[in-house]
């Protein structure tokens, strides 16, 4: 097996930016990620959504911008490895193998929010309607075309969707247990400002249907009553559970179920970085925009680590001969 200079652990955006900034500064590259596809949670969880933060677009669709996001960091020819989950790590002469099989010289570890599973509602006969009219998250917005819609949550991916959807679908309902949300501000406004009818102070407490979901029970908190509310799909967005899985054994500093990182993004264990969603330092923020700049910092640290008579700042990609 051949040893590469960097293995980067995750194939989304930030990790895929790693990658490009590595085969700029002339180092082999392997991308390991347990999906089926590069992307990441823009293509696994809302390839539908559209993405307002991210500089030089005012808007993208997620799918969109993972699809650009690939074909940047795939310019230089990396090895990508996927359907593979990073479960052992064993330190060798000069490096460390992955799994027993993959050599490499230094790390970076952009694994997201590790491995995500949606967070449910708990209600009897969930299970049960799961893709008959009961989903966590849009694959395809094309499908909800003409139907009552219901959506759970009071975060942004809820108040996105009102948004998203409301010229789509026949009607949308917006289900939250408080009349207080964790959305932008922005959102927020439009939502209220729109025909999106509101059922605050309220949860899903029962499902109903047949072949698929035909209504559910809302039950108000506060009063305890009870809300016969058809509708032809639910859409969960109350937020998803994530672990780091095998990471977690690798001996890593774990803090909240996070890495923790020092200023150069380097962890506790030598040449192994850790950046975007998965790592933690004090100031964090959680954004493609600053994932893509950590990755860049912890690529260029890593080729001083590689190179002794590397610099640091390579320079400007406008200065270069690409």
Not at 130 to 135: D, K, N, P, T
Not at 225 to 232: A, C, K, S, V
Request: charged letters at 25%; one cysteine or more; aromatic letters at 8%.
């Amino acid at each position: 097996m051949v040893r590469t200079d960097l293995t980067i652990i995750g194939g989304g955006p930030v990790g895929l930016f790693a990658a490009f900034y590595a085969g700029m500064r002339g180092m082999s590259v392997r991308i390991i990620d347990s999906l089926p596809s590069l992307g990441g949670q823009l293509t696994a969880l809302y390839p539908e959504k559209y993405v307002y933060d991210m500089p030089g677009f005012p808007k993208i669709l997620a799918k969109d911008l993972a699809a650009e996001m690939a074909k940047q960091g795939t310019q230089f020819s990396p090895e990508i490895v996927l359907e593979e989950m990073a479960t052992s790590l064993e330190p060798t002469e000069g490096g460390y193998l992955i799994n027993d099989k993959f050599e490499t010289r230094t790390i970076i570890i952009s694994a997201g929010a590790g491995a995500f599973s949606p967070t449910k509602i708990g209600v009897p006969l969930e299970e049960d309607f799961v893709g008959r009219g009961l989903h966590y998250g849009v694959r395809e917005s094309a499908l909800y075309k003409g139907k009552d819609v219901t959506i759970i949550g009071g975060g942004d991916s809820a108040f996105d969707w009102c948004l998203h959807l409301l010229p789509i679908a026949r009607s949308v309902t917006l289900v939250h247990r408080r009349d207080e949300f964790r959305a932008h501000e922005d959102s927020v406004r439009q939502v209220l400002s729109s025909p999106v009818k509101l059922k605050l102070w309220n949860q899903v407490t029962e499902l109903h249907g047949i072949e698929k979901i035909e209504a559910v029970t809302l039950t108000h908190s506060q009063t305890k009553e009870n809300e016969h509310h058809e509708t032809d799909a639910v859409i969960v967005n109350i937020g998803f559970k994530s672990t780091l899985g095998p990471l977690k054994t690798w001996g890593l500093e774990i803090e909240k179920n996070q890495i923790k990182v020092d200023h150069l993004f380097e962890t506790n264990l030598p040449n192994i970085f850790a950046v975007g969603d998965v790592c933690t330092f004090e100031g964090k923020i959680k954004l493609i925009a600053t994932g893509v700049g950590e990755a860049a910092t912890a690529v260029c640290v890593a080729k001083t680590r590689l190179d002794s008579t590397a610099k640091l700042f390579p320079g400007h990609s406008s200065d270069m001969d690409l």
